[in-house]
């Protein structure tokens, strides 16, 4: 069974810094893309960042130059630095690992979200 376990999100100020950490564990034999999604009050989840296992990495307008994602493949993890907050970044945050397992093969696997609060 996989899990993929959140964690750092919290209140911050506007203009300050968060850092989130998604690890995911199970019966994993590959991970291919991992990413950060969120989801605002009454508004559907959008893509925040996407990372493949080579380090390509993607954005969403709204977060570039202020959010920078990693990840480490040995832990099978992926994080989210955010910088420059504003209260518009104000949700809640899930992971997403796109990976394969046996044997159930190649399915997209979400965690349970971690709520980030941008206020002053």
């Known amino acids: 069974q996989v899990q993929l376990v959140e964690s750092g999100g919290g209140l911050v100020q506007p203009g300050g810094s968060l850092s989130l950490s998604c690890a995911a564990s199970?019966?994993?034999?590959?991970?291919?893309?991992m990413g950060w999604y969120r989801q605002a009050p009454g508004k559907q989840r959008e893509l925040v960042a996407t990372?493949?296992?080579?380090?390509?990495?993607n954005y969403a307008d709204s977060v570039k130059g202020r959010f920078t994602i990693s990840r480490d493949n040995a832990k099978n993890t992926v994080n989210l630095q955010m910088n420059s907050l504003k209260p518009e970044d104000t949700a809640v945050y899930y992971c997403?690992?796109?990976?394969?397992?046996?044997?159930?093969?190649?399915?997209?696997?979400w965690g349970q979200g971690t709520q980030v609060t941008v206020s002053s």
């Open positions: 199970g019966s994993i034999s590959n991970i291919n893309a």
């Open positions: 990372i493949t296992s080579g380090g390509n990495t």
């Open positions: 997403k690992a796109d990976l394969i397992t046996v044997p159930q093969g190649r399915k997209d696997y």
